[in-house]
Nanobody, 114 residues
Framework: QVQLVESGGGLVQTGGSLSLSCEPSRNIYSFDHMGWYRQAPGKQREVVAT???????VYADAVKGRFTISRNNAKDTLHLHMNTLKPEDTAVYYCNAYSTVNYWGQGTQVTVSS
């Protein structure tokens, strides 16, 4: 059973920055791709950013130019650096990893105050 342990998140003012981290229970390169999703209250879960095993990032239009997905090869972790945060970025953020099946982290709350 694969586990994804997330850390980071919290409360920040509009325009601020936050970083999220995800540590999988097995080698990060064993997954076809990994990514970050988010779910706001009353809304469906949506993709924020994904990263293929080869390192190709893909971003949702809403976060392009503000968020950066990256991988720390030495620590075997996935990260999401979020800049210029907006109230509409408020959501629970989930780490995702795919290898035949989808694996999910427990989620971490990001709240952006106006």
């Amino acid at each position: 059973q694969v586990q994804l342990v997330e850390s980071g998140g919290g409360l920040v003012q509009t325009g601020g920055s936050l970083s999220l981290s995800c540590e999988p229970s097995r080698n990060i390169y064993s997954f076809d791709h990994m990514g970050w999703y988010r779910q706001a209250p009353g809304k469906q879960r949506e993709v924020v950013a994904t990263l293929t095993a080869s390192g190709l990032p893909v971003y949702a239009d809403a976060v392009k130019g503000r968020f950066t997905i990256s991988r720390n090869n030495a620590k075997d972790t996935l990260h999401l650096h979020m800049n210029t945060l907006k109230p509409e970025d408020t959501a629970v953020y989930y780490c995702n990893a795919y290898s035949t099946v989808n694996y999910w982290g427990q989620g971490t709350q990001v709240t952006v105050s106006s």
